[in-house]
């Protein structure tokens, strides 16, 4: 690759120009919150009122209207606020990394703490076991888990690795230039974009587990890993007994998705959702190092909803619902939190290959697990509407009974490998039934529904 003039200072390169990523979002109308003025999508440096606002989380959570290529969440400016030249432009642009603490790599090589999406070579292992299927192996885990850092006065929960200072560069110069997503025909997001409920999802923070010490690459999930799930507890009509039949997920301070069939002719015996649950026979849960997540949290259904195009003939489609609970959550930095839905074109466009899937169903010995499992299925092909995904393997790993509702996830790397949710768990063959995929109702698709369908 060939080198061209740094403007303000930062490295760039000549790239073919079939290769070159554009946020297409940019500079789109749009109508700023409070006030309805008309507006465009910028960088924050360039919106006067977010420069002056006292509360800057608060203005980009109002006024969020993607996240670009290079983590920058872009938000609605009034036109009359729109500054020519950005705050953050008057300044000479550093080298990636260039600020970040100082650190020693795995490898005993100096490094800095950075975001993960800017280490190449950890970007490339884990892009690169995705697109294989196969988990990373033992000697890469153990390098991944070593390679975690903390930033010092940062309360960020992105990841953090230390990456040596020769691939940081590398970040700036000649970074990898990426093939284009699959598109698959799922739905459009024009009207998505300038939806008005889309501020209700909390897209700042969505899709983000307890970091730190707590990452496991390549190993089983611990407590806190997945704080967006929602355990549905139902009363037997025969016994007068409850137990769990369904999972679901946190999607805002409000609502739970899960499946239309978790909800169909069963709202009567569905007792209450608990939240912040991995283990059901201890409350509160502890890990082994005695370190304890929040008692369990319990809500009511306040309202719930289904697709109306739902039937009760399986693998039919439009499987998907909403519970609003009785009062809103109480987020907790630890074991309760939203996971992120797939509300940008790029992430419309991105077509996840493999799935982790989690939930408390039946096991292979059709007991209920007590503890919170995870496993990672793959996507097959099938002959079912664009509205599906077909997942899982012919030798029986599957999701089973008791899983239904519960969320098929991608950690996506364009997106600070985030937690996104694709696919919500429909229908299957049963519990380790092999030779048939198991099918999940397209997130993607019904992201307006979703929209149209939530409330404050």
């Known amino acids: 690759m060939v080198g061209c003039d740094q403007p303000n200072g930062v490295a760039h390169m000549c790239c073919p120009g079939k290769e070159i990523r554009y946020d297409e979002e940019f500079g789109k109308q749009c109508t700023t919150v409070p006030g309805g003025r008309s507006g465009n999508c910028v960088e924050p440096d360039r919106c006067d009122e977010y420069v002056k606002a006292s509360d800057k989380q608060g203005n980009v959570r109002d006024n969020w209207c993607y996240t670009s290529l290079d983590q920058v969440d872009y938000v609605c400016c009034a036109k009359k606020k729109i500054l020519s030249v950005p705050i953050s432009a008057i300044t000479i642009g550093n080298r990636a990394g260039e600020d970040a603490p100082t650190c020693t790599t795995p490898n005993s090589a100096p490094g800095r703490c950075v975001p993960l999406a800017e280490c190449t070579p950890i970007v490339k292992i884990l892009r690169d076991a995705s697109t294989s299927k196969q988990p990373v192996s033992p000697a890469q885990a153990t390098f991944l888990r070593n390679s975690?850092?903390?930033?010092?006065?940062?309360?960020?929960?992105?990841?953090?690795?230390?990456?040596?200072?020769?691939?940081?560069?590398?970040?700036?110069?000649?970074?990898?230039?990426?093939?284009?997503?699959?598109?698959?025909?799922?739905?459009?997001?024009?009207?998505?974009?300038?939806?008005?409920?889309?501020?209700?999802?909390?897209?700042?923070?969505?899709g983000r587990g307890n970091l730190d010490d707590k990452i496991a690459f390549g190993e089983q999930a611990p407590m806190y890993q997945y704080p967006w799930m929602a355990m549905l507890i139902y009363r037997s009509s025969s016994s007068g007994q409850e137990g769990p039949e369904c999972g679901g997920t946190i999607i805002n301070n409000r609502y739970v998705l899960t499946a239309a069939h978790c909800i169909d002719g069963q709202v009567e015996r569905l007792s209450y959702v608990r939240l912040g649950e991995y283990d059901t026979r201890t409350d509160p849960d502890c890990d082994e190092y005695m370190d304890?997540?929040?008692?369990?949290?319990?809500?009511?259904?306040?309202?719930?909803?289904?697709?109306?195009?739902?039937?009760?003939?399986?693998?039919?489609?439009?499987?998907?619902?909403?519970?609003?609970?009785?009062?809103?959550?109480?987020?907790?930095?630890?074991?309760?939190?939203?996971?992120?839905?797939?509300?940008?074109?790029?992430?419309v466009r991105f077509d996840p290959s493999l799935f982790w899937i989690t939930g408390w169903g039946l096991t292979e010995r059709l007991d209920n697990s007590p503890i919170l499992l995870q496993t990672r299925i793959p996507s097959v092909a099938c002959s079912l509407s664009t509205h599906s995904i077909c997942a899982g393997f012919g030798n029986g790993t599957l999701h089973c009974r008791g899983d239904s509702g519960g969320p098929m996830k991608v950690q996506v790397p364009e997106f600070n490998f985030r937690y996104v949710q694709y696919g919500i768990i429909s229908a299957g063959p049963g519990c380790g039934v092999g030779g048939a995929p198991g099918v999940s109702t397209r997130v993607a698709f019904f992201m307006r529904w979703i929209l149209d369908n939530i409330r404050e």
């Open 148 to 206: 975690v850092c903390t930033p010092g006065g940062t309360s960020s929960s992105a990841y953090y690795v230390c990456c040596d200072e020769v691939s940081l560069q590398t970040v700036t110069t000649a970074a990898t230039p990426t093939a284009a997503p699959t598109v698959r025909s799922t739905t459009t997001t024009e009207d998505i974009a300038s939806h008005p409920n889309l501020r209700l999802l909390d897209r700042i923070t969505c």
């Open 292 to 347: 304890c997540a929040p008692p369990v949290q319990r809500y009511t259904v306040e309202e719930s909803r289904i697709h109306p195009n739902f039937t009760r003939v399986v693998r039919s489609g439009n499987d998907i619902g909403l519970l609003r609970l009785d009062r809103p959550i109480v987020f907790s930095s630890d074991d309760v939190a939203p996971i992120c839905l797939p509300f940008t074109n790029s992430l």
